[in-house]
């Protein structure tokens, strides 16, 4: 690929509409194992050349992974077409990171009218659709979705889609959807208790060939969105937990008491406990508070230690999230209980035992 490249902008609907390459030279040369896991990822979703194929991104979404996702594609001789638009300022004071649930869409009837008429729709967003309020519509309308996670490539290429990690996730959707009940315990004292009937479950494997349906990459968890007044108990983080949306691991232990969904008491004197009080309250907003989901991770080649060893501007925490044996706890956006808010925690925690009914499917951390 040259350093130079025709480019053509043309204007649908008030929507600009890239059909070929920007004129701009990225600041990463791509690397054959990126290239790799790029062309992985798009054997598995099983684009056809005649379906409608869109990338959607913004323009801080991470130019490296916007030009394998079109060099992929140039190979493999798929047209496509790009919808950019501009990064959605805050509205809010807190600062919002690593919520999946992108505002980029909101009020753009323009650009949600071209996601519902394609097929195949290719999300660079910053932030993600998966919690997003416009996504429900995209994908009731047979659209698919690939979000792929705002991560450095090397990261995406370490976990590059793995056919055998289907068959894993799809057995613990499985078993999360038979289930009436989920228990979460741990030594230190967490007892949380998870009503599972009628609750939404969904399983990622890192790559979507099914309409209406949407994945994210990297892959490899279970979660469940519980209804309404279903989650109550403690949950109780300790040092080397994970706080995903400020990127760091827990240095002194907190609390939350956990009430009909809703976090009513967050317990702790540390600087976790201060900065965790703090960022929820600024968004005034009593769904931030609420659980949006509840799951573990499945994937063995996730690294527990890969939030020490990249920059916080390299990576989006997704392989955290999918860590094996992980209990991935989430405040915020719950599109299945209809609460949207920006506020959003991912929290995995680490040395739990999971029960659903009275089958333990992690014990002290480690998948059964």
């Not at 479950?201 to 979660?223: F, I, N, Q």
């Not at 201060?274 to 960022?279: A, D, I």
């Not at 996730?302 to 939030?307: G, I, M, T």
Request: charged share 25%; aromatic share 8%.
């Amino acid at each position: 690929m040259g350093c130079f490249d025709l480019h053509i902008n043309f204007i649908i609907n008030n929507i600009k509409v890239n059909t070929l390459q920007d004129i701009f030279m990225s600041k990463e040369l791509m690397q054959e194992d990126w290239v790799e896991a790029f062309s992985t990822l798009f054997e598995y979703c099983k684009i056809q050349k005649n379906e409608k194929t869109i990338i959607l991104k913004e323009n801080s979404s991470r130019s490296i992974n916007f030009e394998l996702v079109k060099y992929v594609l140039d190979k493999n001789s798929i047209e496509f077409q790009e919808i950019r638009l501009d990064s959605p300022a805050s509205k809010i004071d807190p600062i919002v990171k690593s919520t999946g649930a992108s505002t980029i869409l909101n009020g753009n009837k323009n650009a949600l009218k071209s996601l519902t008429q394609s097929d195949f729709i290719i999300d660079l967003t910053k932030e993600g659709l998966m919690h997003s309020k416009e996504t429900k519509e995209i994908l009731s309308s047979g659209s698919r979705i690939m979000t792929i996670s705002d991560e450095h490539p090397e990261i995406l290429s370490r976990l590059k889609p793995d056919l055998s990690l289907k068959e894993i996730v799809r057995n613990a959707v499985s078993k999360s959807k038979k289930s009436k009940s989920m228990e979460v315990t741990c030594e230190r004292g967490t007892n949380l208790k998870i009503n599972l009937l009628n609750t939404n479950t969904v399983g990622v494997w890192g790559w979507t060939d099914k309409p209406g349906t949407l994945a994210h990459w990297p892959g490899g968890l279970v979660v469940s969105f519980p209804n309404k007044s279903s989650v109550n108990g403690k949950l109780v983080f300790k040092q080397g937990d994970m706080n995903l949306t400020f990127k760091r691991y827990f240095e002194s232990e907190v609390i939350f008491i956990i009430e009909n969904d809703y976090v009513v008491d967050v317990l702790g004197n540390g600087t976790d406990a201060v900065l965790m009080k703090s960022y929820l309250k600024a968004f005034n907003d009593k769904d931030a508070y609420a659980t949006s989901h509840v799951g573990w991770g499945l994937n063995k080649k996730s690294r527990y230690e890969a939030l020490t060893m990249y920059d916080k501007n390299d990576l989006n925490g997704t392989e955290m999230r999918t860590l094996a044996g992980s209990f991935l706890f989430s405040i915020g956006a719950n599109e299945f209980a209809g609460r949207y808010t920006e506020g959003h925690f991912d929290l995995p925690v680490m040395g739990c035992t999971i029960k659903l009914d009275n089958e333990i499917v992690v014990d002290n951390g480690k998948i059964v």
